[in-house]
Nanobody, 124 residues
Framework: QVQLVESGGELVQAGGSLRLSCVASGGIFSNYVMGWFRQAPGKEREFVAGANWSGGITKYASSVKGRFTISRDNAKNTVYLQMNRLKPEDTAVYYC?????????????????WGQGTQVTVSS
């Protein structure tokens, strides 16, 4: 059983930056593909970014590509999401998730473990 705890969400002005962190415990972190998802009020949960076991293969949603960067530190059991040039439409609860399969997927149902989420609010 893998436990995930996110942190780093807060209120920020448009154009600003934030770095989210997600610390994993209870499993071998490098065995998992890690993903970041987000859910805004009244909307479905959507894929934001994912990274394979080494961080060498990444995927991004088109809405964040070029602004967000996913990275991981397997020695610290931590995955990060660096968010730059934030926009009001990035406002959402951000979740990290772990997927035991070896490839980066974008469907929430393919991730077995989830954190509790961290709120990101971008003011205009």
């Amino acid at each position: 059983q893998v436990q995930l705890v996110e942190s780093g969400g807060e209120l920020v002005q448009a154009g600003g930056s934030l770095r989210l962190s997600c610390v994993a415990s209870g499993g071998i972190f490098s065995n998992y593909v890690m993903g970041w998802f987000r859910q805004a009020p009244g909307k479905e949960r959507e894929f934001v970014a994912g990274a394979n076991w080494s961080g060498g293969i990444t995927k991004y949603a088109s809405s964040v590509k070029g602004r967000f960067t996913i990275s991981r530190d397997n020695a610290k059991n931590t995955v990060y999401l660096q968010m730059n040039r934030l926009k009001p439409e990035d406002t959402a609860v951000y979740y990290c998730a772990a997927n035991p399969r070896p490839w980066v997927v974008t469907t929430a149902g393919d991730y077995d473990y989830w954190g509790q989420g961290t709120q990101v609010t971008v003011s205009s």
